[in-house]
């Protein structure tokens, strides 16, 4: 396990890639001597292509997974694009881990409800690999995962067949629009969590999605009476140094690489509406 500074890139190579959607593709990598660093569930990583830049992304890998560390990248800019293009064998550079990652004391012996939103599913799968592979510490599990059309689903098989048959597990997954090839239920991420109509007595819920999902997911689960205290979302906005240097990611005192990405609503509440 490397020790080095959290500034200066490791060498990390890429072991493999699978394409998950038409504009999102999943690497596997790993560092010249295994596992870069230790992370937890919810933190990030920077990657780099030399000369193109960096940019950080969500782990999407449960720690308990020594392997590799696994990123489910959306090609939406320079890095990303570049990344998209590389090959497995291929070299990139990493450091980190950045963040706090999800409360995860918090959140033992309670029911957990996961709400997922197209590629907000990649920091989620990382606290839900942990959560199976620590079954014990958590009550029920229901997973709600959507995106526009079925071809937008990421870890389409991982989650309709290994994360249902996991025990004391509900699963339940819908697309935006109707679909020739899709019989299952239709309809917003956000509605679909009111139909659903979640007790909130002794449950913890985590939402990452596009931000226009994540606002009306806070409004259902604010229906459905859910406190603040109860509630968690990720904020990677405008991220670039990752220790809270360059000021990008300042909401007010709060810097989201350093002190987030995660937050609990009522942390969110107290912080300029910027978000």
């Not at 806070?218 to 509630?231: G, R």
């Not at 904020?235 to 002190?259: H, P």
Request: aromatic share 8%; proline share 8%.
């Amino acid at each position: 396990m490397s020790s080095a500074n959290v500034l200066m890139p490791q060498q990390a190579t890429i072991l493999d890639i699978t394409e998950e959607t038409p504009d999102i593709k999943t690497l596997r990598v790993v560092g010249k001597e295994g596992m870069p660093f230790d992370f937890m569930p919810g933190q990030c990583a920077m990657l780099s292509v030399p000369p193109v830049g960096e940019a950080i992304f969500s782990i999407t890998s449960s720690p308990t997974c020594r392997e590799c560390l696994e990123f489910s990248i959306k090609d939406v800019g320079n890095v990303s694009g570049a990344l998209h293009g590389l090959q497995p064998g291929q070299q990139i550079g990493i450091r980190g881990p950045y963040g706090n990652g999800f409360p995860i004391e918090k959140m033992k012996g309670k029911d957990i409800l996961f709400i997922g939103g197209g590629i907000g599913l990649a920091p989620l799968r990382s606290l839900i690999g942990y959560c199976f592979a620590h079954r014990e510490e958590f009550g029920h599990i229901d997973i709600v995962y959507g995106a526009r059309s079925p071809a937008d689903l990421i870890r389409k098989s991982e989650v309709r067949e290994s994360w249902a048959a996991e025990p004391d597990t509900s699963v339940y997954l819908t697309v935006d629009a109707e679909f020739p090839d899709w019989n299952g239920h239709v309809g917003f991420v956000p509605n679909y969590v009111s139909e659903l109509a979640f007790k909130p007595e002794g449950r913890i819920a985590l939402t990452c999605g596009p931000p226009i999902m994540i606002k009306f997911v806070l409004q259902a689960l604010d229906k459905l009476q859910f406190s603040p205290e109860q509630v968690i979302t990720t904020l990677e906005m405008r991220m670039k140094c990752g220790v809270g240097k360059c000021g990008r990611c300042n909401l007010g005192s709060v810097y989201v690489c350093k002190d987030g990405p995660v937050f609990s609503l009522d942390e969110l509440n107290a912080l300029p509406s910027e978000y």
